[in-house]
């Protein structure tokens, strides 16, 4: 069936929301990609669309006629195609959001029967700009295209319709906003950036792509130009309040004029001028916008959801370093402390706990060959978790009590607090698994330069993903700190917690990489890892796998 549809810029962070949201309405589509759809079609595969209705067809939005022949059932043009980056050369940046866009519109209007052309532009082509603030490659060619498209879609008579979305936040967005974001959660943000009614709004994602495919089906919005944007976004110093809360750092304690920031060095400052225009205390005309979506039901999510949501995201992929878990993850509060969590919060067969200096991304090698649902979890003041205004005790407790029986694994520095638990609440858990508990071999001490290189030959493993995010969390305010002391304290007192572990009276295995001492006898099951090292969970995930699901086994046997 030929496409009714085309959306350009389909592999980008709108364009390819966009591309699943048409299909999964009944549309026909064409997705325009500048090399292989291969991206494409494993990112709507991983999202569950059926891509029956997808034709993928290679284009160049700088190039007349975009490279694209035939299409000519093309009624909907969908221009998701720009140079979205601070830093840009002008010419670079204009050849993309400039004659890009007119090459878009004139495509449009060749065809057969064009019905309309749906341009992004952007929420601040209408900004007053009356400080003298100097605009930037980004912003200065987005108002410059917009005149442009609007200028030429009224000379050929072209049914156009603008959309212009705030920062649009969700999976995949790391620029903008997403960089104050990384600076609070760094710790780089003593100071809010502009005054109290500095106003960034946002729009969320899905909602904004629901919000494009409805605009052509409207005879009523040709011509017509839409501010979308939740207005209940809170103000910035609001906005960055709650996104601390939520992820458990501290919040900027007050606030730095656009002024000054503009007059300082941004060696200095390290505020990015091209940003500068962005933080204003300007409101925009979103009334069309809203009687639209209330006219065909759509409605946005609350905005503080979709904040908190968005914060998850950057923080797990390191924004935008690393990709996101395939499982569920994000902050919540156990027992006052922000802990980072992933996996499945109701049921899960295993509850693993990361050592210091690693994360709850150090067993997700093991975690994807376990045959039962798991829960991983940063200690409190370790990894992504918050400081807990509790001990450790209070919130494990706090943790596993809403959980039926899980098999508990820790690693390292976990060991300790996980021993504690199984004697306190043995009939709570199915069983326990201390993975290279220090009480057998001294952990190793955290660098304290913790560039990935020197961390892994400290742990004794291959440099990869987890240790690139255990170096970086090393280096936010504190984060050395802690673990050093997490560390330290396991290592204290081996033999009180050898006693401890030999009068337990439930199923225990200990893990170890094959060069440690034997514990003590009882009720205890060893499992050596060859060559396994300190962190075995990391070097041989396989053996360890099997040996949960052992533990798992013997728990669901136990009456």
Avoid at 21 to 49: F, I, K, Y
Avoid at 335 to 352: E, I, N, Q, S, Y
Avoid at 431 to 436: D, Q, T
Wanted: glycine content about 10%; proline content about 9%; some cysteine.
């Amino acid at each position: 069936m030929s496409p009714d549809s085309l959306v350009l810029g389909a592999t980008g962070f709108v364009g390819r929301a966009l591309v699943a949201e048409l299909l999964r309405q009944g549309r026909t589509v064409a997705a325009a990609v500048r090399r292989s759809d291969g991206p494409l079609r494993a990112w709507l595969a991983g999202q569950g669309v059926d891509t029956g209705g997808l034709t993928v067809v290679t284009a160049d939005i700088t190039r007349p006629g975009l490279g694209i022949e035939g299409l000519p059932d093309v009624r909907d043009v969908y221009n998701c195609a720009a140079r979205y980056a601070f830093g840009l050369d002008l010419a670079e940046a204009r050849a993309a959001n400039v004659t890009g866009a007119l090459n878009a519109a004139r495509w449009t209007a060749g065809r057969r029967a064009p019905r309309r052309l749906v341009h992004l532009s952007g929420y601040r082509v209408s900004a007053r700009d009356d400080d003298g603030a100097r605009l930037g490659a980004y912003e200065a060619t987005k108002r410059e295209g917009d005149a442009a498209v609007r200028a030429l879609a009224a000379e050929l008579g072209l049914p156009l319709t603008v959309a212009n979305p705030s920062t649009i936040a969700g999976p995949g967005q790391y620029i903008g906003l997403a960089s104050v974001v990384a600076d609070l959660w760094n710790g780089r943000l003593p100071l809010a950036p502009g005054g109290p009614r500095t106003f960034v709004p946002v729009v969320e994602l899905e909602y904004f792509a629901r919000f494009l495919a409805a605009l052509p089906e409207d005879p009523g919005t040709a011509g017509g130009a839409y501010w979308v944007l939740d207005e209940d976004t809170p103000e910035l110093p609001g906005l960055l309040r709650l996104l601390a809360g939520h992820t458990g750092v501290r919040a900027p304690r007050g606030h730095v004029p656009v002024g000054l920031l503009r007059a300082l060095p941004r060696a200095l400052t390290g505020a990015d001028p091209e940003t500068l225009p962005f933080l204003s205390e300007e409101r925009y005309p979103t009334g069309p916008a809203h009687l639209f979506a209330e006219f065909h039901g759509l409605t946005p999510p609350p905005v503080e959801r979709v904040l908190r949501d968005w914060a998850d995201h950057l923080v797990a992929t390191r924004f935008g370093a690393v990709p996101a878990p395939d499982v569920p993850h994000g902050f919540h509060d156990v027992a006052g402390a922000r802990t980072w969590m992933a996996g499945d919060r109701t049921r899960p067969a295993h509850v693993l706990l990361p050592g210091a200096p690693l994360t709850t991304d150090s067993w997700a090698r093991v975690a994807h060959r376990l045959e039962g649902a798991f829960l991983t979890a940063d200690l409190p003041g370790l990894g992504r978790s918050g400081a807990a205004g509790t001990s450790a005790d209070a919130w494990l407790d706090a943790l596993l009590a809403p959980l039926d029986r899980p098999v508990l694994t820790a690693h390292a520095s976990a060991c300790a607090p996980a021993l504690r638990y199984a004697r306190r609440h043995p009939e709570r858990i199915g069983g326990l698994v201390l993975v290279a508990p220090p009480f057998l071999v001294r952990a190793p001490a955290v660098p304290r330069r913790a560039a990935p290189e020197r961390l892994a030959a400290a742990l004794g493993v291959p440099r990869d993903e987890a240790v690139e995010t255990a170096a970086a969390l090393l280096r936010r305010p504190g984060a050395f700190r802690r673990a050093t002391a997490a560390v330290r304290a396991a290592n204290r007192a081996p033999e009180a917690s050898r006693r401890a572990l030999a009068a337990l009276d439930l199923p225990v295995t200990v893990v170890t990489g094959g060069s440690d001492a034997p514990p003590p006898g009882g009720n205890v099951r060893i499992v050596t890892v060859p060559g396994g090292g300190h962190c075995p969970h990391l070097t041989a995930p396989e053996a360890v796998a099997r040996t949960l699901d052992e533990a798992a086994g013997t728990s669901a046997r136990r009456p």
